[in-house]
């Protein structure tokens, strides 16, 4: 399972299962879960954990220091959770000391070639980031979020769940949860409702979703309005209740 070209140090933990390809390099503080398979040229390095049944390709770059100039060489991480698939090229970097220390990606992630995830990043489950998509430092994903390919995130943005990003967007500001965008910079263009279709949201939960994307981008209201009719619309529709509390916290403001 081991090529006998890869260098991997002695106080690496590699569980059951492990594949290694072809002149990869695995550091000293990395553990890796059973069944992930490691392809030829990779090189994983820093304080990194990868859960069980990944599949990382060839020539990526997991665990790298941060691209920061205030890093000093703090013992930072980098945690990856199970059943992700990382392509061509991809880099991830740990975490600094001027945020939460980590930089994470949680499960059943689909991410393309090219794509690069900076420090102290937190992407959820169940997302598709196509190739080229770009995150800056700080930046927060949701669950089942999609960025189309060339998208690039600012740092400090969030991206709710189950939004969704058309190809060559770039968002300067926080994309709330089940809205559609694209364009440089972001402009909305609807809800996912063919995500959230296939996600099983009821009818019912659509045209609520429907009905706040309009009081806050269709009606001409000021967002604090919007917000506040959004909050009083979530106490009878559960699904709004991800919206009303994204955009309440929203710190960057939001895409509108």
Not at 108 to 128: E, K, L
Not at 205 to 217: E, P, V
């Amino acid at each position: 399972m081991i090529h006998p070209t890869a260098i991997i140090h002695p106080d690496a933990r590699l569980a059951e299962g492990v594949s290694v390809g072809a002149y990869s390099v695995i550091g000293a503080q990395v553990e890796i879960g059973a069944g992930t398979r490691i392809g030829p040229h990779v090189v994983i390095e820093g304080h990194t954990r990868i859960g069980r049944d990944n599949e990382i390709f060839q020539f990526c770059s997991i665990g790298a220091a941060p691209q920061d100039k205030k890093y000093d060489e703090e013992p930072t991480r980098l945690e990856i959770g199970d059943r992700n698939t990382i392509r061509e090229y991809c880099s991830f970097n740990v975490g600094t000391a001027q945020d939460a220390g980590v930089t994470r990606v949680g499960n059943d992630n689909w991410i393309m070639a090219y794509v690069h995830v900076a420090h102290d990043c937190q992407v959820g489950d169940h997302t598709i980031f196509a190739n080229n998509a770009t995150l800056a430092g700080h930046v927060h994903v949701g669950d089942w979020a999609i960025l189309g390919g060339f998208t690039g995130v600012h740092q400090f943005v969030r991206v709710g769940a189950h939004a969704f990003c058309g190809v060559g967007t770039v968002l300067l500001q926080d994309l709330p949860p089940y809205v559609t965008v694209s364009g440089n910079p972001a402009k909305p263009h609807g809800i996912n409702s063919e995500g959230l279709k296939r996600r099983g949201y009821s009818s019912d939960d659509l045209r609520a979703i429907k009905r706040a994307y309009r009081l806050l981008y269709r009606e001409g209201r000021s967002l604090e309005d919007a917000r506040t009719a959004i909050a009083e619309a979530a106490g009878e529709c559960a699904a709004l209740g991800p919206l009303s509390d994204f955009i309440a916290v929203s710190n960057r403001g939001i895409v509108r």
